[in-house]
């Protein structure tokens, strides 16, 4: 039996042995790289922005069995570890 290889278009052919992540929310938001499929993916990652800024992002993973997520491509799912957020505080209280 021959395997048959679907790609859809646009869309890059990964070897087997090459899996692809994901950077969501945060300042690396939609970068994508490769990773070794005999391996598992690395917890943390240090993702270059703008050529200078280097942003931190951790592999989500479930909560029950531990495993790595991956979205609806196939891609594992990053997030970044640490977000800055301002807090406002009301001036009337």
């Known amino acids: 039996m021959t395997a048959v ?3 859809l278009a646009g869309e890059e ?3 087997r042995h090459r899996c692809r992540a994901r950077a969501y929310c945060g300042p ?3 970068q994508s790289w490769e990773l070794d499929a005999r391996r598992p993916p ?3 990652v240090k993702l ?3 050529d200078q800024a280097i942003s931190v992002y951790r592999l989500v993973c479930r909560p ?3 495993r790595p997520t991956r979205d609806q491509s196939g891609y594992y ?3 970044p570890m640490q ?3 301002t807090l406002v505080r009301d001036p009337q209280r």
Do not use: M
């Open 64 to 66: 029950r069995s531990s």
């Open 48 to 50: 270059t922005v703008d």
């Open 42 to 44: 690395p917890r943390v």
């Open 83 to 85: 977000y800055n957020l």
């Open 77 to 79: 799912l990053y997030v």
């Open 13 to 15: 052919t990964v070897p």
């Open 28 to 30: 690396a938001h939609g």
């Open 5 to 7: 290889q679907h790609q």
